[in-house]
């Protein structure tokens, strides 16, 4: 039964486990950020460590998970001293910054992408995405989250530029429905199996007239100060969880709610960094 340790490090409660490696390992900061799953550190703690102790078991190293609710200020100390965290798992927005910005690199990433799709009422006059102008009302989630970027790079390509007070940025799908239900909108911007789920069941009332760009979801980065083999390591261990029987492995994929992982691939998070740095991201 692994037994759990708790210290003080980068200014937050780091736990790692106990046992699995030697004392001459090499200790590694793992920091979670679970995205808009924002929930309690202890909350955190419990479903990422069944990852941290596949991760140490695998690699060798000393795993000590800390877990982030704040990323702004975990971004910070990755650029100004590139130790507090040596590994991190969290969205990719998050990722492609410290891939930029903060000197790593990408381990792992989800197999799955991310797009969302533009939901609009079935009477709307818009046909195409084409058919948006930079007056057109779009609900969309935060400026700083995937599927904002995303929508306004695929808009950005049909030299679409939405005008600031067209962009209505809304936290929930059941808000963007209202917005459009009430008229206060004329564009709903949502994950596209959602956005699909809802035209499918109410077609008398909502369709859709585009996709937007494809994303990468969530990824396991390391900082380079870690030494290729080790990096190797760990790559190695995320991409056998996929298919790893063993009740560990079983108990971190539960937990994780992504899809499978595949290597790390970081033009895709350089990409999506340039589509945060472009005029049409709203930044």
Do not use: C, W
Request: glycine content about 8%; overall charge positive.
């Amino acid at each position: 039964m692994p037994k759990f340790a708790g210290v003080i490090g980068a200014g937050a409660l780091a736990f790692f486990v106990a046992g699995g490696a030697s004392a001459q390992a090499e200790r590694l900061t793992l920091g979670v950020f679970p995205g808009l799953d924002a929930a309690e550190s202890f909350e955190i703690l419990e479903r990422y460590m069944p990852l941290a102790q596949y991760l140490q078991a695998k690699s060798g190293a000393v795993v000590m998970l800390v877990p982030v609710r704040v990323p702004g200020a975990a971004i910070q100390r990755m650029i100004e001293d590139g130790k507090s965290y040596k590994l991190f798992f969290g969205p990719p927005v998050f990722a492609a910054e410290a891939i930029k910005k903060a000197d790593f690199v990408t381990l792992a990433m989800e197999r799955e992408k991310i797009s969302g799709v533009f939901l609009v009422k079935t009477r709307s006059k818009l046909q195409t995405v084409r058919d948006v102008t930079p007056s057109t009302h779009v609900a969309m989630p935060s400026p700083k989250l995937l599927l904002a970027i995303l929508a306004l790079a695929t808009l950005g390509q049909e030299k679409i530029v939405l005008q600031p007070d067209a962009r209505r940025h809304l936290d929930s799908a059941e808000g963007m429905l209202l917005a459009l239900d009430n008229g206060v909108v004329d564009v709903a911007v949502m994950r596209d199996r959602l956005g699909r789920k809802i035209a499918t069941e109410k077609p008398s009332e909502y369709r859709i007239i585009g996709q937007t760009l494809e994303g990468p979801g969530f990824a396991l980065i390391a900082h380079r100060s870690v030494s290729e083999p080790l990096r190797a390591r760990l790559r190695q261990a995320a991409i056998a969880l996929n298919d790893d029987p063993s009740p560990l492995a079983v108990q971190a994929r539960g937990r994780l709610r992504t899809s499978p992982f595949l290597p790390g691939q970081d033009a895709e998070f350089i990409a999506l960094q340039r589509m945060m740095d472009t005029p049409t991201s709203g930044k």
